[in-house]
C-alpha cells in the first residue's frame, strides 16, 4: 500500500502518478545504480511493445529433487552443489497479456559449493511471490499509479539509466 511517505505520493502531480526505471544486472559484491524517471519521461522508446497488467495470482513450483537442502542466512530455497552444476534454467512468469523471462544469471545466485533462488522470504501468510530488483533486470518497468497499471518492456539496461 502507498503511504503519504512515499517518493511518489510526495512528488504529487509533478510526477504525474507515473514512474519508470531499467535495471541493469548485477552480480554479489556490487550495486549497479540506475535512474528513477518521472512523469511524461517514464514512458517507453517509440514503437516499443508494452504489454500491460494490473495485477496477478502466480502459483510458483521449482522442483530439485536432485539436490540436497542447506540452511542459508538470507535466502530461503538453497541446495548443495556438489557436482559443479552450472545448467541452470531460466523461468518465464505468464501474465494475462505478457510473459516475463527471468534468466538463469538473475534467478540464481552460485555459491560455488551451494546455489540459491534468488528470492527472500517476506512476512505475509500464504503464497507469495514478489518480482525483486534482481528479477527485472534489463527490463523497463513502468508504473501509472492513477490507472494502476504496470507495464514492462525488455530493454538493455546500462548504469545510470
Known amino acids: 500500500a502507498r503511504t503519504h511517505e512515499s517518493l511518489i505520493s510526495q512528488l504529487g502531480e509533478r510526477a504525474q ?27 517507453f522508446q517509440e514503437g516499443q511493445q508494452v504489454p500491460q497488467y494490473a495485477y496477478v495470482l502466480l502459483p510458483l513450483a521449482l522442483c530439485f529433487s536432485r539436490f540436497e537442502a542447506v540452511e542459508h542466512q538470507t ?15 531460466s523461468m518465464t512468469f ?42 527485472m533486470a534489463n527490463y523497463k518497468f513502468m508504473y501509472d499509479l492513477k ?5 514492462f518492456a525488455r530493454e538493455h539496461c546500462k548504469k545510470g539509466m
Open 17 to 43: 502518478g507515473r514512474f519508470s526505471h531499467c535495471l541493469p544486472p548485477w552480480r554479489l559484491g556490487e550495486v549497479p545504480d540506475t535512474a528513477l524517471q518521472f512523469g511524461v519521461d517514464a514512458g
Open 94 to 135: 505468464h501474465f494475462d497479456k505478457a510473459d516475463l523471462e527471468v534468466g538463469p544469471n538473475e534467478l540464481f545466485i552460485d555459491f560455488g559449493d551451494h546455489f540459491c533462488i534468488a528470492f527472500l522470504p517476506t512476512n505475509t501468510e500464504g503464497p507469495s511471490v514478489i518480482i525483486g530488483n534482481r528479477w
Open 147 to 151: 490507472a494502476q497499471q504496470v507495464s
Open 75 to 89: 535466502f530461503q530455497s538453497c541446495y548443495k552443489n556438489k557436482n559443479g552444476f552450472v545448467d541452470f534454467p
